[in-house]
């Protein structure tokens, strides 16, 4: 697929998202997430982290990009802002065993000419970063994601009100990118 | 939990909307100016013979180097906490402010004798100089580093440098306004030591506190 072609859509549904299209952000992050997997694979053999750390760095691409969308320019193209996030958490897991390193930035062409990855196999570190989190929270979080329940079910089941689930979720999230950053403890 | 169940998450949060990034770190340079300014009106104060400085030339020209500095600084640092933009242009243009500064007090070396140097250089107002464009920077800095943890900088130390050449931009300016030392020579020494000063507890805090 043209490298062009993907960037514009993937623009299009983030500006449509930026907008609160949750469908479209729903399939951007879908659309995305095969496309981390390869650049992470790839260049996880490269600085020596094995493969079933490349689904945690995955995850936390994911988390960044949620919690930095506002920092896309919509003028802009979508490839150099997703590429240099993820180089960043890349370089930032390097750095967390201990070692210092340029990678380059890899060119988003190279990336969707090969094949991408649809291995949902590994369950990534998100278990035991789910573990750091308070068990109220943890509740939370599997019931709108693992179960896949909706905010009002939740908030029924949780006794809260839909704003104040949707307000935990939110600190939930932004505890966990946290977690994996390796920070203890931003709540 | 599979990385399927933690877009599910995300999706659902996305009704959180935060304001384009730009706009809260213009909204942070904005408020921390208005702390700088009140905190400088209601302690220092303009110097007396404001109107009469104006006049000259080289009272003005302190601003057009602060200014100046804080504008470009500013603008590097917009670029510093966004992913996937260069710096470009920027990455340079906040050494015009000191270049200009190098130039003028060149010169100043130059048509004064040089017994006059040394009194020009020291002057009256080095402590308060000292004391005050940092004291002034903080208000500035709390509120740039506010903005900047909502933005992604590639190199948090950096962009914690460049958010201190802003606040203490801003922070030079207003004492500029009070401090009756004129002399390019001086403000070369003392304000460069001061607002150098800031730039590095900026990198400082920068290194740890603007991790994404």
Redesign the interface.
């Given at each position: 697929m043209g490298l062009r072609v993907v960037e514009r859509e993937w623009g299009l549904l983030m500006r449509a998202a930026i907008d609160g299209d949750a469908m479209a952000y729903r399939r951007l992050l879908v659309s995305l997430t095969p496309v981390l997997r390869t650049v992470t694979r790839r260049n996880c053999a490269r600085i020596g982290l094995d493969g079933g750390e490349a689904e945690d760095i995955v995850q936390e691409v994911l988390l960044a990009i949620h919690l930095k969308r506002h920092t896309w320019d919509v003028d802009r193209p979508f490839g150099p802002w997703i590429m240099t996030i993820a180089r960043n958490k890349l370089i930032d897991a390097r750095r967390r065993r201990g070692n210092r390193l340029t990678l380059p930035i890899d060119d988003l062409a190279d990336i969707l000419t090969a094949e991408g990855s649809d291995d949902t196999a590994d369950r990534g570190d998100l278990d035991r970063m789910l573990g750091g989190l308070g068990e109220r929270q943890r509740d939370l979080v599997r019931s709108l994601s693992v179960e896949g329940r909706s905010v009002r079910e939740t908030a029924e089941r949780l006794k809260m009100s839909e704003g104040a689930v949707r307000v935990a979720l939110h600190r939930a999230i932004k505890a966990l990118a946290a977690l994996y950053r390796g920070d203890g403890d931003e709540n | 939990?599979?990385?399927?169940?933690?877009?599910?998450?995300?999706?659902?949060?996305?009704?959180?909307?935060?304001?384009?990034?730009?706009r809260m770190l213009v909204g942070g340079i904005a408020l921390g100016s208005i702390i700088a300014i009140a905190e400088f009106l209601f302690w220092i104060g303009v110097r007396p013979d404001f109107g009469h400085a104006m006049e000259t030339i080289r009272f003005p020209f302190k601003f057009v180097v602060t200014l100046s500095l804080a504008a470009t600084a500013a603008r590097l640092l917009s670029r510093l906490?966004?992913?996937?933009?260069s710096s470009g242009f920027w990455a340079w243009a906040w050494l015009a402010a000191p270049l200009l500064l190098m130039v003028a007090a060149t010169a100043e070396l130059i048509v004064t004798p040089a017994t006059a140097w040394w009194p020009r250089l020291v002057g009256t107002n080095a402590r308060f100089c000292l004391m005050l464009i940092p004291f002034l920077s903080l208000g500035p800095l709390a509120c740039i580093f506010a903005a900047l943890r909502?933005?992604?900088p590639?190199r948090p130390g950096l962009a914690g440098a460049v958010a201190g050449l802003v606040a203490s931009g801003v922070a030079a300016t207003l004492y500029a306004s009070h401090c009756t030392d004129d002399s390019p020579l001086f403000m070369a020494t003392w304000y460069s030591l001061a607002i150098g000063m800031v730039a590095l507890i900026g990198y400082v805090i920068g290194s740890r506190v603007l991790?994404?």
């Open positions: - | 939990m599979r990385t399927e169940d933690l877009i599910n998450a995300l999706v659902v949060d996305l009704t959180v909307s935060k304001a384009p990034f730009r906490a966004t992913p996937g933009v909502q933005g992604a590639t991790r994404w």
